[in-house]
């Protein structure tokens, strides 16, 4: 069900209390990310009350939501006017929010060609550490105030305040779409795909499933008729993508432990014993492997990579080094000096 309703003034108050009884908050919408970092022990903060759709204009390619709207509300009224999320993020779940999507920061297939959630966010609201709503960036891209700390809310998992509303630059939808399958293995198709991206290909997602290099193709018609006939390969019904997407293809049903692999796209897919898929052309990788964190993150990180596994628990995301934790702390100081904002959900010093 759609609904509109101004929270803020109620989540304020529920914040302000927490500072005041030194009390950590537990900040979520529908918790459909909760296998990602840390365990939080504290008072929750549900989001969901907060919602609707404060102002949208097709013509101006910008939406501006409460953080407690779904995600399906918000791909239903682009999707009416003929535009998306570039991003594709996934939901992992039936009431995903738009606040929980820009504080995980996932993405989805199409992200190497369209760019990353942090990408499309023009301005957010949030209550930070001192009991106060800051506006930070706004609705429009010239609007430069702001703007990267804005971005600095996108995969900060609610460690830096609570997002009560959030600005979107949002893209038309392609003219054609279609998507095909190829026979071959994952180092040739690694090959091939750095070829293809020296081509005027217009390939919006690329990912081996161990045996088959499945592609989207999206564009004017005239283009997307000219790749496939080039590619050939089988038809390939597009809902792989959402199925890829939502970790809803049998890879994801077995019952091994789920790695995410950040690296490079050149590296060789047989880095690690296990069943894999490479999506984002090779630079994602999910893993299924019972080797040890260790040694995952140590082959990762000798790549230039990093690695997350997708069950909670304290050393889920990779941890954060040390060049950069004493930006972390500094940011942290900055935006939550009591540290009552989802503390450890991304490591112990925040």
Request: a negative charge; hydrophobic letters at 40%; one cysteine or more.
């Amino acid at each position: 069900m759609q609904y509109d309703h101004d929270n803020s003034a109620d989540l304020l108050e529920q914040v302000n209390y927490a500072l005041n009884e030194d009390i950590p908050l537990r900040i979520q919408g529908s918790n459909s990310k909760h296998m990602l970092g840390g365990h939080v022990s504290g008072e929750v903060l549900d989001t969901r009350i907060h919602r609707g759709i404060v102002n949208y204009d097709p013509t101006e390619l910008v939406i501006t939501a409460r953080a407690g709207t779904s995600l399906w509300e918000i791909e239903a009224a682009l999707d009416h006017a003929g535009q998306m999320l570039p991003f594709e993020p996934p939901h992992f779940g039936p009431d995903a929010t738009v606040g929980g999507m820009v504080a995980s920061g996932l993405s989805g297939p199409r992200r190497p060609w369209a760019g990353a959630v942090r990408d499309y966010v023009l301005g957010v609201q949030v209550i930070i550490g001192n009991g106060k709503l800051l506006r930070f960036g706004g609705e429009v891209m010239k609007n430069v105030a702001g703007y990267d700390l804005s971005r600095l809310m996108a995969g900060s998992f609610g460690t830096l305040g609570v997002i009560t509303e959030v600005s979107l630059k949002v893209l038309p939808k392609p003219r054609a779409s279609a998507s095909l399958s190829l026979n071959m293995d994952p180092a040739q198709a690694l090959a091939n795909l750095a070829r293809w991206g020296q081509q005027p290909i217009p390939i919006s997602a690329a990912c081996h499933d161990g045996s088959l290099l499945h592609l989207r193709i999206e564009g004017g018609d005239g283009s997307v008729k000219s790749a496939l006939s080039m590619l050939g390969g089988e038809p390939l019904d597009n809902g792989f993508w959402r199925d890829l997407r939502e970790h809803e293809t049998d890879f994801f049903k077995s019952a091994e432990p789920l790695w995410r692999l950040s690296l490079p796209s050149n590296v060789s897919p047989y880095i690690l014993p296990g069943k894999q898929i490479l999506d984002w052309g090779g630079s994602q990788r999910w893993l299924k492997t019972n080797e040890s964190a260790d040694a995952i993150r140590e082959v990762v990180e000798h790549l230039g990579g990093h690695a997350t596994l997708y069950a909670q628990g304290d050393s889920s995301l990779h941890p954060i080094s040390k060049a950069l934790m004493k930006y972390q702390k500094n940011l942290k100081n900055q935006f939550d000096p009591q540290n009552i904002f989802n503390p450890g959900r991304v490591g112990s010093e925040a």
